[in-house]
C-alpha cells in the first residue's frame, strides 16, 4: 500500500511539472503578461511623445507662429522695429540679453548671385 501511496504522489508531481514549469506554464504565462504589459506602457508612451512631435512638425511645416515663438524664447531674438520690455518682481535681477547680429532677409526677385 505504501508503495501505491509514493508511485501516485510521485506521478502527482511529475503530472505538476509542466502545469507550473513547463512552456505553457502558469509561471511562464504570467512573466509573459507582465511583458506584454511593460511593452504596452512603453508603447503608449512612445505613440504620446510621436503624436507631439508630429504636431510640432506641423505647426513649423504650415505656419510661422512656431518658428517666430521658437526664436523668442529660445533664441532670444525680437522681429526688426520691436521693443523687448521685461517687466521684473521687487526681488529679480534682470537677464542679460542677447546681443544677436541682426539677418537680412535674402532678396525675392530669384536673382543669384555668385
Known amino acids: 500500500m505504501r508503495l ?3 508511485a501516485l504522489a510521485f506521478l502527482l508531481v511529475l503530472i505538476q511539472y509542466p502545469l507550473w514549469l513547463g512552456k505553457g506554464g502558469w509561471l511562464n504565462v504570467a512573466d509573459m503578461r507582465d511583458q506584454v504589459e511593460a511593452t504596452r506602457l ?19 511645416k504650415e505656419g510661422t507662429g512656431a518658428v517666430e515663438e521658437r ?3 529660445e533664441l532670444g531674438m525680437i522681429k526688426q522695429n520691436e521693443i523687448f520690455v521685461q517687466v521684473l518682481r521687487k526681488d529679480e535681477q534682470p537677464v542679460e540679453s542677447m546681443t544677436v547680429p541682426p539677418v537680412k532677409a535674402p532678396k525675392k526677385d530669384g536673382a543669384a548671385h555668385h
Not at 512603453?42 to 513649423?60: C, F, I, M, Y
Open 4 to 6: 501505491i501511496t509514493i
Open 42 to 60: 512603453k508603447t503608449e508612451q512612445l505613440t504620446a511623445r510621436n503624436g507631439k512631435l508630429d504636431s510640432e512638425v506641423r505647426d513649423l
Open 71 to 73: 526664436a523668442r524664447y
